[in-house]
Structure formats: C-alpha cells, structure tokens
C-alpha cells in the first residue's frame, strides 16, 4: 500500500515520527512535506495529498496539522476524500470500518507520538467491513 503524508508546521515534528514510523514497518510512503518547522499553511499539503489519493496515485494519506481539523476541512473538499480526523485508536478502527476513510487527520499538538503510532498502525491495518449499510452511507455522500 502506497501512502501518501504531509504537514503543516503545527504537524511537523509529529510527522517526521511517522514517516519513520512507516519507514521501520516497511511502508511505501511518499513525503509531500513541509520539510521545515517554519510556519505554511495547512491548505497546500492538504489539497497536494487528498488529490493524489483522489487520483489513485496513493492509496492512503496521512495528515498533521496543528489540531487536524484544517486539514481535515481541506482535504474533504477534494472530491473522493473522506477524510476522518482520530486522535483514538477506536475512532481510528471505526472509520476504516464505516466510512472506508481514505485520508487520516491528526493533531500534531493534541496527541503523543506512542498514541499517534498506534491509530497510524489501526487505521493502515484495518479493512472496510463491505457491509451494504456502510457502503450506502459512503455512496450518499457523493451524491
Ligand atoms: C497553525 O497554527 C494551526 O492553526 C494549524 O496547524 C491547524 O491547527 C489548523 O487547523
């Protein structure tokens, strides 16, 4: 599985745990940035990520921002993303389940790294339940 990742510098220092956390569990992963801990907006790694996994190029993206929710807001509004925003493994279980969520969106200043691992590890590993009531429920929210 191709993963696509990226930041803002309200993320940054989260994300670079993660990158290496993909990196020692063997995971194909491409780093969109930011590469710095300088401020950015959100806004541009958000759109850069959720369109390449839109388009296929990736079949997951991972997200950090300073709480998660602007790039949670970014990231939903490219068409084909469900961006979920967990900052708990149940929640990170749940919306693979449910929502067969494509992009995950994480707080880079709500969340430790060992916690932040963990849903990484949940949400990569868990597959979409397939139940018809689930998949009705995704189909509604692109119509
Ligand atoms: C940056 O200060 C912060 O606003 C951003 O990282 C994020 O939390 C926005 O939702």
């Known amino acids: 599985m191709r993963v696509a990742i990226g930041s803002d510098h309200g993320g940054f220092e989260l994300k670079e745990k993660i990158t290496k956390h993909l990196e020692d569990r063997g995971i194909d992963f491409k780093d969109f940035g930011t590469y710095l801990n300088e401020a950015c907006d959100y806004n541009d790694v958000s759109k850069t990520v959720a369109e390449n996994v839109a388009q296929g190029n990736f079949a997951r993206g ?25 900052h708990d493994v149940f929640t990170a279980k749940a919306t693979r389940e449910h929502n067969d969520s494509n992009v995950l969106s994480m707080g880079g200043r709500i969340i430790g790294d060992e916690l932040a691992k963990m849903i990484v590890d949940t949400w990569l590993d868990t597959a979409f339940s397939q139940a018809e009531r689930h998949q009705r429920r995704i189909d509604k929210l692109e119509s």
């Open 62 to 86: 991972i997200l950090i921002c300073g709480t998660g929710i602007g790039t949670t807001i970014q990231a939903n509004k490219v068409k084909g993303i469900r961006a979920a925003l967990v």
